[in-house]
């Protein structure tokens, strides 16, 4: 059995707060924070550092996470072979993803599924444009949006709070918008489906047309240009919360957010009976995404 202080500390990490985590326990804080501190004790060393806006692992807690995730896959997947839980779950597995969201999100859970399922023939493909998966090409995809067209069943694993930001390099040089209005004065970054931005403020729901001030299908571009002083974008936490955490990025218009309708999905086709494989990642991203993407303020909870 996989020791439970361990199996906590993962948890944590996963999470990406103390206070994350116990929420997805249903314990307390300070009993989690408790048993996270007697196992630093019981090594020796510092594992995470401890603030009331980020947990960040400390050198000594990555390599403790390094060492026992490949050791915990190892271990589940053994456990599975012995029960004979994987003779069903195999063949090929497509599946697709937003780009950003794909490489920072989805990425870092397969290692442990593929240990998990030996047998599954998985295909990733990253993409930002529209995929049909009425053609066939593909499984299963990560769907960021407010719906699900029909004939699609969506599992939703979070919701995209969005912001709007910029860095301070862009507010010094330009000026920082007051009002909503204001932003017709700026440099707005968005990709060429993004706009008209859907925002929530004070006086509800408001529509701010506008016009980016590059042409790009990439949201990784606009991400990267928000960074680099181009413009005020509308980007999600999930993307952006490192940068703003550090201060690479700062919010603009607080009062104003994305629509809260905006989900994160695993989504497929509507069919009599879903195949093994495509439940069983459903159910990994679920396990590994939900803790990571519940609904949270702009900065994490105090741990």
């Known amino acids: 059995m996989f020791d439970p202080d361990y199996d906590l500390f993962m948890q944590i990490v996963a999470s990406g707060s103390i206070s994350a985590a116990a ?119 990560i769907r960021i949006g407010a719906r699900i067209d029909s004939g699609l069943v969506g599992h939703r694993l979070g919701t995209s709070r969005r912001v709007l930001c910029a860095a301070p390099g862009y507010l010094a040089r330009f000026g920082e918008p007051a009002r909503l209005a ?53 980007r999600s936490l999930w993307d952006v919360s490192e940068a703003l955490e550090r201060g690479a990025l700062v919010p603009v218009l607080p009062a104003y957010q994305g629509s809260q309708d905006v989900g994160i999905f695993a989504v497929h086709t509507l069919a009599p009976k879903l195949s093994t494989r495509v439940r069983a990642l459903i159910d990994h991203l679920n396990d590994r995404l939900v803790p990571r993407l519940q609904d949270r303020p702009m900065h994490d909870d105090p741990v």
Not at 23 to 30: E, K, L, T, W
Not at 186 to 208: F, I, K, M, N
């Open 23 to 141: 929420r997805s326990r249903g314990q307390s804080v300070a009993s989690l924070s408790k048993r996270l501190v007697r196992l630093e004790a019981r090594l020796g060393v510092r594992l995470v550092h401890r603030t009331t806006r980020q947990l960040s692992l400390t050198a000594a807690g990555k390599d403790l996470h390094d060492t026992l995730l490949p050791l915990r896959a190892t271990l589940t997947a053994a456990e599975d072979r012995i029960a004979g839980r994987l003779a069903l779950v195999t063949g090929p597995l497509r599946i697709t993803a937003p780009t950003s969201f794909g490489r920072m999100h989805v990425a870092p859970c397969l290692p442990e599924f593929l240990a998990r399922f030996p047998e599954v023939a998985l295909r990733v493909d990253l993409s930002d444009e529209f995929v049909d998966l009425h053609g066939g090409h593909h499984d299963l995809a």
């Open 182 to 234: 204001d932003l017709s004065n700026h440099r707005l970054l968005a990709t060429d489906s993004q706009l008209p931005w859907h925002l929530v403020g004070p006086e509800g729901t408001v529509l701010h047309r506008g016009q980016s001030h590059i042409h790009t299908n990439s949201s990784e571009i606009v991400r990267e240009l928000a960074l680099g002083g181009c413009g005020i974008a509308l």
